[in-house]
């Protein structure tokens, strides 16, 4: 069974830091693009950050750029989200995404999402 778990959530200052994990069970990483997607309440889902299968390329919302760092161990099966400088508008529920390439097909898949909170 694929899953997505992510945990490193919780309240921050502005300013602060936190590293956001997610690792998969049910399929090695190293055949998937990884992203990380935030959503707001009563504002659409958005991509953060993604990182590509080999971890060769990156590319990120200008929201976050400068500040935001998605990395990946595909030997721990894990990526990660290493957001610094957070703003009060960073507040959101973040969640991992995969897609897997499979024979040439691709296949999405989610984790439960973990809550970011910026506030003083």
């Known amino acids: 069974q694929v899953q997505l778990v992510e945990s490193g959530g919780g309240l921050v200052q502005p300013g602060g830091s936190l590293t956001l994990s997610c690792t998969a069970s049910?399929?090695?990483?190293?055949?998937?693009?990884m992203s990380w997607y935030r959503q707001a309440p009563g504002k659409e889902r958005e991509l953060v950050a993604r990182i590509t299968s080999t971890g060769g390329s990156t590319n990120y919302a200008d929201s976050v750029k400068g500040r935001f760092t998605v990395s990946r161990d595909n030997a721990k099966n894990s990526v990660y989200l290493q957001m610094n400088s957070l703003k009060a508008e960073d507040t959101s529920v973040y969640y991992c995404?995969?897609?897997?390439?499979?024979?040439?097909?691709?296949?999405?898949?989610w984790g439960q999402g973990t809550q970011v909170t910026v506030s003083s």
């Open positions: 049910g399929f090695t990483i190293s055949s998937a693009d």
């Open positions: 995404n995969a897609v897997r390439n499979l024979l040439s097909r691709l296949y999405p898949y």
